[in-house]
């Protein structure tokens, strides 16, 4: 999901309008609080409380998983180390903490499915990919990371610097540990509190980011007939 609408009427002027040589650029929908995203300005994204996105982590026993990717009915894609999750805004793996390795990985439908074992200790880690700070709300297996108490899709007090990097491998019950997953029902599991096998990481633009005044787009930046981008989202150009 982009941030930011472009508006198509205004894509042949700041066309002509984008020879000279520009410095570092912001992100589009930051450059200017008259552009929209979500239909609300870029500077409300800072109080909000819908997140921006939510990555979810499905995790079952190896042979469970692969049964639910296929249950997907999506092509999947096996992973070795971090997925780019969603619109890009961040990537997202699970290690095994006693030996560092990548687990097992498939980014199927949107959703990342590892492959662990009941007890067998797990860390997140999750990258910021975006020049701007990030906040995140992270509930396991039905409980809220940091509180411990009824998991949900709010807005939480764990940051993720501009381009940098979270590693989460306790909560507030302890060291993060999968659970033994009885059923598939985990993949159908879209509520805000989740349960057993379900990770949900709800990302939000941090309180704090900083906005600017409007500045001008170099022609690389601008998506043909103010449709599609070009490449890559605006933002992480």
């Not at 699970?94 to 687990?103: E, I, Y």
């Not at 990030?134 to 007090?157: F, P």
């Amino acid at each position: 999901m982009a941030w930011i609408k472009v508006v198509t009427a205004a894509g042949t002027g700041l066309l002509a309008s984008c020879g000279s040589s520009i410095a570092t650029l912001r992100p589009a929908w930051q450059q200017d609080a008259n552009l929209y995203h979500q239909g609300v300005p870029g500077r409300a994204s800072q109080t909000t409380t819908t997140p921006h996105m939510v990555a979810r982590v499905v995790y079952a026993a190896p042979e469970q998983v692969r049964r639910m990717v296929e249950r997907q009915g999506d092509v999947p894609e096996t992973q070795r180390g971090l997925a780019r999750m969603g619109d890009g805004t961040v990537d997202l793996g699970v290690q095994d903490v006693a030996s560092g390795k990548w687990l097992e990985s498939h980014l199927c439908g949107g959703i990342l499915f590892v492959a662990g074992l009941p007890n067998q200790a797990y860390r997140i880690v999750l990258k910021n990919r975006t020049p701007m700070p990030l906040e995140l709300g992270v509930g396991v297996d039905g409980k809220d990371a940091q509180t411990g108490r009824t998991a949900s899709l709010g807005r939480g007090s764990l940051r993720v610097e501009p381009r940098g990097t979270l590693v989460l491998d306790h909560a507030a019950q302890g060291a993060l540990l999968f659970k033994q997953v009885d059923s598939d029902a985990v993949l159908f599991d879209t509520s805000p509190q989740g349960r057993a096998g379900l990770i949900q990481l709800a990302v939000f633009l941090a309180a704090d980011a900083p906005s600017i005044g409007p500045e001008k787009l170099r022609a690389s930046q601008i998506a043909p007939l103010g449709f599609f981008p070009v490449g890559r989202p605006e933002q992480y150009r």
